[in-house]
């Protein structure tokens, strides 16, 4: 029913499309989720996650997740994270990928809805030290289209992988563009 519904909302009444979930395969990853521009990312990602029926993820500090709105956010994804005992951010949530079975983390490299002249490398780090790849997501406003790209697998030279991931956001636009990170 929720399906549907999402369906009929993102699909139909707001004519966006989702492209790219065939790489529905891959159960470990880090969605380096750009442009992020506005709040209306967030509902995005909640409804591709709905429509697409892929579990995505999100971290949180674990202090988010108690009463009353702990069931809510894990219900869209959401799981805390506890950097008690020294683990650095990184460490914290490559911990996570070992724990679960299923773990696609959705991360906004820009850190902020502001302009960012440079985009944060956490991303890159976690995946490297989880040993997962990472799926370009596109959320392209100007073609109303959410774009999951081709899992790749970081070589642990950030630059030169960096100039392969940027291409799938080429031309993409988000909703408030002059917010978005040059590429």
């Known amino acids: 029913m929720k399906k549907q519904l999402y369906e009929f909302l993102f699909l139909k009444l707001m004519g966006w499309k989702i492209v790219g979930i065939e790489n ?84 906004a490299p820009e850190g902020t809805r502001k302009k960012v002249k440079e985009i944060k490398t956490g991303f890159y780090f976690i995946a490297l030290k989880a040993n997962v790849p990472i799926v370009p997501v596109a959320f392209d406003w100007k073609k109303k289209e959410v774009n999951l790209g081709k899992p790749f697998f970081p070589t642990d030279n950030y630059n030169a992988d960096f100039e392969i991931l940027k291409k799938h956001y080429i031309g993409v636009s988000g909703k408030i563009p002059q917010n978005g990170f040059q590429l």
Do not use: Q
């Open 24 to 107: 529905a395969e891959v159960k470990k990853c880090v969605m380096m989720v750009m442009p992020h521009t506005s709040n209306h990312d967030f509902y995005l990602g909640i409804f591709t996650r709905g429509i697409s029926g892929l579990e995505m993820n999100w971290v949180g500090k674990k202090e988010l997740f108690k009463f009353p709105f702990g069931y809510y956010f894990r219900s869209v994804g959401g799981e805390p994270l506890d950097r008690s005992g020294g683990l650095n951010k990184v460490d914290a949530i490559a911990a996570i990928f070992d724990r679960k079975e299923v773990f696609r983390l959705a991360i």
